[in-house]
DNA sequence: AATGAATGAGCCTTCATTCAT
DNA sequence: GATGAATGAAGGCTCATTCAT
């Protein structure tokens, strides 16, 4: 009985450890036998458990999510629109920015999306749902509407692209572009940018959106 | 059968088939052995002209920075800034999205995001450099100011982001995202929500920066 | 078919083979390629076992210094010193001349002198200090002194020189120069001709040495 | 007529560098890539003059013993065997320590000796032949014989191999074996100490030679 | 006569995967 | 159930050589 558990273990520091390699390193610059040295395995562990280097990745995702995605009940309710949606972006910016076992998930996020490896097709929008429906909820309670039309859907990529880009961006260049060194402050001040600028983004194609429908 | 060409024939077939490949399949998955293949040209090739793949991966970059990248007179002068700006996203954003095969460098210049390899930093700044003045300036007169401080710096990176974001992801996922398929139309809509999007953007910290200053 | 060998059977014959090659054609000519083939191995064999050609290089020299060398206690105590001279000279040129294939170390030895590798400068004094005290007694013992100055490290040279130099020149071109085939018999009064010859001339320069000092 | 003068011009520069590179690398190691970018030639040049590497390998040892080998004359006649020694040792050593043109002779033929090429065997005996007469010349004169048995070989091999040995090694080896750095004064002490030394060991064997003789 | 473009054979190394135990 | 030994396919690079001009 020991020894299944013993399976399980080394089954779970290989997903841990695929975790971190991959997001720091992306899919090709992982190597199995790093992944399964972190782990205090042999190199023959990764066949063994997953049968590829392919699945494991999988899978990894899918424990990267489940162990450290963010967490559901990040936005305060009852509070204003506004607060909620400065809220939702301080949260997320502070989780892509800090270091920590909650930024694989965003990491590995990222990298998918540069480099589409196609194997993680199956399980990458419902993974994404959730956030999804916080985000936009908050902009309808923005713009007053509860439907999802096109203008919804602009912002929430507005609002996601420029917190996104935060991480798209390595460090050196992100310090060069705004010409000074990251602190948490600047974070911060980015933040409270974002949420002001996207704020007013919301207010802004809201009018254009009414004007529309009065053509209409 | 076409032997002994001038030397700057094979040269360049081979730089554009690196474009290509290294744009299709990022750095590491590119085989030089597939550009030289494209190129009809020898494995030795890429050796004979440029040293090693890191050498061509650097020259690459700059030969589809040439070739293909956003020509330089995008924004017509004497307009209202808030002309200019919509202008300015209108043409990176159609630039992005149209190229076809032909939008090496955005390609390129994403895969180098999110993987960077170290192997073009020299470059880098000098590239990006013109159409970062472009877009400060706009933004500066927007605001109304001549002054590059922290604000300018942010409105500049909330526009990026939201331009460059419509290539970070794939066209499939972002179909999904906005529940219809990409079209010209939808192209050009998009245009139009992130121009005025950020234009009430600007305006919106243009006003907190304003408030800043009176207490100071 | 003896798969899954100890592990450090394989290993010790990819150090055999090594020894081999690299002592037939010298560093630069030895295959990776050959030595795993004649070590019954695989092309990635020496990889698995020692990274690199590199490191297999150095650790062949180690496995041939401790395999192959001339054993430690060559020359009986006791008896006087030119007799210990007689047999260190003897048995050095033995060991050169005789050990056939077994000669691994001194031919690496050569190779590295006329080709330094720079590989195994860590290891190389540590391995040769030991047969250097042997020979530097033996002469402080015929000078009467217990000094190391400059005229002790000469006379090693000089000795040490025309031993070596019976290996450094290729079978045929001694032949040549000796006008007769080599033979035991030959080689045994070749090392009588040098110890002979080193003998008097060690006398020699001590009266040289003894001279200099009374003048000073 | 201008033209076959540059042919030949060129094939001597090509000569030269090639005595450079030889030298300094080695057969192995000299690339003729470098060789040609040395004697301002095309890569192809060493092909259209001389067929091949190994052809221009043998015709740079001829050109280097033709250009620089140690004169005929170095050695002054009408002295005493004693005074003949020790200047054909001085002018042998100095030839070998010290870099310059005159040194691309010994550095090949010191090369070759450690590594065969097997591609100058022909001419090797030749080439060598006048100086040892003179070597031997004076060995006979100071054992006072004319014949060349073994005794006189024995000789001449102790001398020189105790000369070529401080070119074997390398200069930090040497430095470490003497303790002490290389300077002019301890090449010169080196000097006169392998001419006292060896006329020493002459004498001796002189001896032993007599005596065998008088059994006989 | 001489050159620069182009080639191909071969080498070292990497790495995911397999297999006997 | 789990491991360490062993493999093979493939990649980047070197370099002497060839060939059309």
Same mark, same amino acid.
Request: aromatic fraction near 8%.
């Given at each position: 009985? /020991?020894?299944? #558990?013993?399976?399980?273990?080394?089954?779970? !520091?290989?997903?841990?450890?695929?975790?971190?390699?991959? /997001?720091?390193?992306?899919? &090709?610059?992982?190597?199995?036998? #790093?992944?399964?040295?972190?782990? @205090?395995?042999?190199?023959?562990?990764?066949n063994y458990y997953f049968g590829d280097k392919d699945t494991l990745y999988a899978e990894a995702w899918q424990y990267a999510f489940n162990e450290y995605a963010m967490p559901e009940s990040l936005v305060p309710e009852h509070t204003s629109p506004e607060d909620q949606l400065r809220n939702y972006i301080h949260s997320l910016i502070q989780n892509?920015?800090?270091?920590?076992?909650? @930024?694989?998930?965003?990491?590995?996020?990222?990298?998918?999306? /540069?480099?589409?490896? @196609?194997?993680?097709?199956?399980?990458?929008?419902?993974?994404?749902?959730?956030?999804?429906?916080?985000?936009?909820?908050?902009?309808?309670?923005?713009?007053?509407?509860?439907?999802?039309?096109?203008?919804?859907?602009?912002?929430?990529?507005?609002?996601? +692209?420029?917190?996104?880009?935060? &991480?798209?961006?390595? !460090?050196?260049?992100?310090?060069?572009?705004?010409?000074?060194?990251? +602190? !948490?402050?600047?974070?911060?001040?980015?933040?409270?940018?974002?949420?002001?600028? +996207?704020? /007013?983004?919301?207010?802004?194609?809201?009018?254009?959106? +009414?004007?529309?429908?009065?053509?209409?």
């Amino acid at each position: 009985m /020991a020894k299944r #558990e013993d399976g399980k273990v080394t089954r779970n !520091r290989l997903l841990k450890a695929a975790c971190e390699v991959f /997001a720091e390193r992306g899919y &090709l610059n992982a190597k199995v036998a #790093e992944i399964c040295r972190r782990a @205090g395995a042999n190199v023959a562990a990764v066949n063994y458990y997953f049968g590829d280097k392919d699945t494991l990745y999988a899978e990894a995702w899918q424990y990267a999510f489940n162990e450290y995605a963010m967490p559901e009940s990040l936005v305060p309710e009852h509070t204003s629109p506004e607060d909620q949606l400065r809220n939702y972006i301080h949260s997320l910016i502070q989780n892509f920015m800090e270091k920590g076992l909650q @930024g694989y998930f965003t990491r590995l996020y990222l990298m998918e999306l /540069a480099n589409p490896t @196609g194997l993680i097709q199956n399980s990458w929008h419902d993974m994404i749902k959730p956030r999804r429906q916080k985000l936009i909820g908050i902009i309808q309670k923005t713009l007053g509407i509860e439907t999802t039309d096109e203008t919804v859907l602009f912002c929430e990529l507005s609002i996601i +692209s420029q917190c996104r880009a935060l &991480l798209t961006i390595n !460090r050196n260049d992100l310090e060069y572009l705004l010409c000074q060194p990251l +602190s !948490r402050n600047l974070i911060k001040r980015l933040a409270d940018h974002i949420a002001c600028f +996207s704020l /007013a983004g919301i207010r802004a194609v809201s009018k254009l959106r +009414s004007e529309k429908e009065e053509i209409l």
